[in-house]
């Protein structure tokens, strides 16, 4: 007699921030899916990212490549390395922005968030133009800036000009100051590229759910440095001729950074997500899976908006049970099944400090993973074990 083979399962989690590489999620859900469903349980490990922290890692593995190093500056144009990487045959480069002008590079300081610019992302650029590259992938979650990419522009050669002629200083907080660009000095390959910007996030440049509304207090804007921002982007997408850009979703990522790209540059905004699973081949390996685990730090309704959780939901087969695995669950059951989901569930065990269940992750991944399979009936029947 034929027996049935074992459903397949896949777990494509991104990172918990803080707690577990995607690549660690994904190792620690595949334990617990085996300490349920066997040794001989079919799971296809495949680490996730969103255009954010880690999407440099997944997409060097996929391409087989090392990430390599440059000296170029952080948001606050201090010295500093960051990596970036390019493909086996040179043509494509990828950048993470967020390795020069990220948060955590800014952290020994105050945060500046008026001063803080994209310069240092700007040299990484210049340094994969030089090289050549066809096409550059510029990953771009995590920012602490909130220019509209006017710094990185500068460091490829353009000039944000005040009104009389004057080079307006770094910073979001002087965008509203800005009356003319001039791109004579603008490298010769910037426009003869093409440049992929991968969001996270369907923000608009401008209004309450603008970049400097939603994302400039985490970057230390008060009140009155977010109402500054959101006047400086507006300010500089009629400058560049790109009002429309104003509400386009995703034109809000990263302090606005796909602005200046997009108007000078003909860039092109992809969902992040949606990039690395075409990168790592996520439809193909979800092609008849019967179960599918994602999962990240916190699931709410930004998951829905162009994050793993997001892309994983709306590649996976209609027939397949998608559960997400997160560090904290902020959408009620109805959400959930609203979003196609099958179910949520958090890792804390009870009540729990963050820096608690950032130093058990793992083992806590892999327990609510365990957890998960068992509710969905996928392990053996009670107290067979041994038999």
Not at 45 to 51: F, N, R, S, V
Request: a negative charge.
């Amino acid at each position: 007699m034929t027996s049935t083979p074992s459903p397949v399962i896949v777990v494509a989690p991104d990172s918990f921030k803080g707690s577990a590489s995607a690549a660690q999620a994904a190792a620690a859900m595949a334990r617990g899916v085996r300490a349920v469903a066997g040794a001989d349980a079919r799971i296809l490990e495949l680490p996730m990212a969103d255009g954010g922290e880690g999407t440099l890692d997944a997409l060097l593995a996929t391409w087989g490549t090392e990430p390599l190093t440059i000296e170029t500056t952080d948001a606050l144009r201090r010295p500093c390395t960051a990596r970036y990487g390019m493909s086996q045959d040179g043509t494509t480069g990828i950048i993470e922005a967020a390795e020069a002008n990220g948060l955590p590079q800014v952290s020994d300081v105050p945060l500046q968030p008026l001063v803080a610019d994209t310069h240092g992302v700007g040299l990484i650029a210049k340094r994969l133009l030089d090289a050549g590259v066809d096409e550059i992938l510029l990953c771009i979650g995590g920012s602490a800036t909130t220019d509209g990419g006017a710094g990185l522009l500068t460091a490829l050669g353009a000039r944000f000009l005040d009104a009389s002629g004057t080079p307006v200083a770094p910073g979001g907080g002087a965008l509203s100051s800005v009356a003319t660009v001039d791109q004579a000095g603008l490298h010769p390959r910037a426009t003869a590229v093409t440049w992929r910007i991968a969001v996270d996030v369907d923000n608009p440049l401008c209004g309450p759910r603008g970049a400097a509304a939603v994302f400039g207090p985490q970057k230390g804007a008060s009140p009155d440095d977010v109402t500054a921002l959101d006047a400086g982007l507006r300010h500089l997408a009629q400058v560049l001729g790109a009002d429309s850009l104003a509400g386009q979703p995703g034109c809000g990522a990263a302090g606005g950074m796909p602005l200046a790209l997009v108007a000078l540059l003909g860039a092109q905004m992809v969902p992040g997500a949606e990039l690395v699973a075409a990168a790592i081949g996520l439809r193909g390996a979800l092609e008849g899976a019967a179960v599918v685990l994602t999962g990240e730090g916190r699931l709410d309704t930004q998951s829905l908006g162009g994050k793993v959780v997001d892309a994983v939901r709306r590649t996976a087969d209609p027939g397949a049970r998608v559960v997400v695995i997160a560090g904290a669950v902020q959408l009620d059951a109805a959400a959930c099944r609203d979003a196609g989901l099958t179910a949520a569930f958090s890792i804390a065990p009870g009540p729990a400090g963050l820096a608690e269940l950032q130093a058990d992750a793992e083992r806590l991944i892999e327990d609510t993973a365990a957890q998960a399979c068992a509710a969905l009936g996928l392990g053996h029947a009670p107290g067979a074990a041994g038999r």
